[in-house]
């Protein structure tokens, strides 16, 4: 009864999404040095296959004859959605600023609102953009550590133009989710990540031929592994997909807001990065 009624709240499973997918932004820079991000990419992603097709068998045989018709879909949505994606996010974290991809990050659900106007000629109610305004006041207060005049000195750099495309990428991932086939979330998340997988082992062999690669040869660098291939890739990723079939695309990006906040959060506690009366206001 009590997984029954997580599955059916909404809020508390994009709420936990949110978390997990902070804690992923933190994993992910203190990997820098220990793995290289395509590398990281395509562990996570090829331990999660590995995990789910373990799990999801039984349901993957169910639905194989609808998944085999969309499979061009579902391919191209798990090498885009979380191979590219998190490609990009863990490479940006290696040349730009927390507080320049905390912004970015933070205009992922303009993003959404946008593709599902253009694709869908979804228009968003009233009441999300001003709850979107006001998650983006609590997000900026964050980044400019209180002073709003500090934001005129940010400047646009390869980090910050790599974050932007992550985004884009991933709301209309989070868009075209609401188009997935009439199969059990397993089956379409295990399906999406084997994809994920197939595509990231081919980026990680190009890495391998460059300076960047750096094989994990630490604890930090295999905990962050695991983190990521249970957490983020798992746990996270089915979470969203249910928040997004019961409220849908747009609702459900709003809580891509909370990201940055509950990634500052986890700064504090495990980088021990100092607390403020500004992050008190803005998580408020």
């Known amino acids: 009864m009590a997984i029954s009624r ?3 709240n909404a809020a508390v499973l994009l709420t936990l999404t949110a978390l997990i997918w902070g804690g992923n932004a933190v994993a992910g820079k203190f990997a820098v040095g220990h793995i290289s991000p395509l590398l990281l990419t395509c562990a996570r992603w090829t331990i999660a296959s590995a995990l789910l ?5 039984r349901h993957l045989r169910t639905d194989w004859p609808v998944i085999r018709s969309r499979l061009p879909y579902l391919f191209i949505m798990g090498a885009v959605g979380f191979a590219t994606f998190n490609g ?3 490479t940006s974290l290696k040349y730009t600023t927390a507080i320049n991809v905390t912004i970015l990050q933070a205009g ?3 993003f959404i609102f946008f593709l599902n ?3 869908f000629r979804t228009k968003p109610h009233w009441g999300q953009i001003v709850g979107y305004t006001l998650t983006l006041v609590g997000v900026l ?6 002073d709003f005049s500090t934001l005129a000195d940010l400047a646009i750099n390869r980090g910050d133009l790599i974050m932007l495309v992550a985004a884009l990428i991933y709301a209309g991932y989070s868009v075209a989710v609401a ?3 009439k199969i059990h979330w397993l089956s379409f998340l295990t399906t999406l990540i084997a994809s994920a997988a197939i595509v990231s082992i081919f980026m990680a062999l190009y890495e391998a031929t460059t300076p960047q690669f750096i094989w994990p040869t630490t604890t930090t660098g295999w905990t962050i592994v695991a983190y990521t291939a249970i957490f983020p890739s798992i746990i996270a990723q089915g979470f969203y997909i249910r928040g997004i079939e019961l409220i849908g695309g747009n609702k459900a990006g709003l809580f891509v807001n909370l990201v940055p906040i509950f990634g500052a959060l986890l700064a504090v506690l495990l980088l021990g990065e100092a607390f403020h009366l500004y992050h008190m ?3 408020a």
């Open 53 to 57: 097709m373990i799990i999801a068998h």
């Open 281 to 283: 206001i803005a998580l």
């Open 108 to 110: 992922m659900p303009m």
């Open 141 to 146: 207060l964050t980044a400019a550590a209180g």
């Open 6 to 8: 997580l599955t059916n």
């Open 179 to 181: 188009s997935k086939p």
């Open 88 to 90: 990009l996010l863990y």
């Open 117 to 119: 106007f253009v694709a």
